[in-house]
């Protein structure tokens, strides 16, 4: 068994995540990966579970947190995959 790096659950279906900077985490459950990993939405600080949005090296939840967060970021940028313009 291996231990949670987040909740330090000793579990026996635990698994590792690998990173392309070359961290490795073992985590007991996808809710703790996303507690450790998951990027947060710089608007309203929500984990970002899905694509999310990124403008100009910032990471968003959606293109609303992006217009909302001001500079005009995000004003072209739609939450529809496959809409026309």
Do not use: W
Not at 21 to 26: F, L, R, S, V
Not at 60 to 82: N, P, Q
């Amino acid at each position: 068994m291996a231990k949670c790096d987040v909740c330090g659950n000793d579990y026996p279906m635990s698994f590792e995540v690998r990173t392309l900077t070359g961290d490795t985490y073992t985590f007991d459950s996808l809710e703790c990966a996303a507690q450790r990993i998951a990027p947060v939405c710089e608007h309203c600080g929500c984990r970002i579970l899905g694509h999310g949005v990124a403008v100009e090296g910032r990471f968003f939840c959606c293109a609303h947190c992006a217009r909302e967060s001001g500079s005009g970021l995000g004003t072209e940028i739609r939450d529809t995959v496959g809409a026309n313009s």
